[in-house]
Nanobody
Framework: VQLQASGGGLVQAGGSLRLPCAAT?????????MAWFRRAPGKEREFVAL????????NYADSVEGRFTISRDSAKNTVYLQMNSLKPEDTAIYYC???????????????WGQGTLVTVSS
C-alpha cells in the first residue's frame, strides 16, 4: 500500500486547509493505525494526530487539539486532516503514515506518504 498526501498550500493565519492522504495499490486493513506528522523548518518531525482505521478513536498533539480533526473514508481508502484556525507555527511539511500500533513515535510507523507543504502566512 502506498500513501499519497496532497492538499497543501499557502494560507493566511486563521484560515483552513484539508489534507487528504489516499492509499493506493492496495487496501488498508481494519487493524491499521493512520497518523499525521509534520516537520517544520529546522525542527524534528513531530506527531500531529492519529486514528484507528476501523474505529472512531483519535488522539491529537496538544498544539493542534481543538483546531485539527483527523478522519477517514473507508470507501475512498483515504484519511483526512482538517486544519482550522491555522497559525504561522503550523507551517511545515505534513506527512501521513500507516502503522499497527497506537503510538505517537514516528518509528512506530512503517509506511509514509511523500509529504505536502503547508505554509501559513501572518
Amino acid at each position: 500500500v502506498q500513501l499519497q498526501a496532497s492538499g497543501g498550500g499557502l494560507v493566511q493565519a486563521g484560515g483552513s486547509l484539508r489534507l487528504p492522504c489516499a492509499a493506493t495499490s492496495g487496501r488498508i486493513y481494519s487493524s491499521a493505525v493512520m497518523a499525521w506528522f509534520r516537520r517544520a523548518p529546522g525542527k524534528e518531525r513531530e506527531f500531529v494526530a492519529l486514528t484507528r482505521w476501523s474505529r472512531d478513536s483519535t488522539n491529537y498533539a496538544d498544539s493542534v487539539e481543538g483546531r485539527f480533526t483527523i478522519s477517514r473514508d473507508s470507501a475512498k481508502n483515504t484519511v483526512y486532516l482538517q486544519m482550522n484556525s491555522l497559525k504561522p507555527e503550523d507551517t511545515a511539511i505534513y506527512y501521513c503514515a500507516r502503522g499497527s500500533q497506537w503510538a505517537v513515535q514516528p518509528d512506530a510507523y512503517f509506511s509514509w506518504g511523500q509529504g505536502t507543504l503547508v505554509t501559513v502566512s501572518s
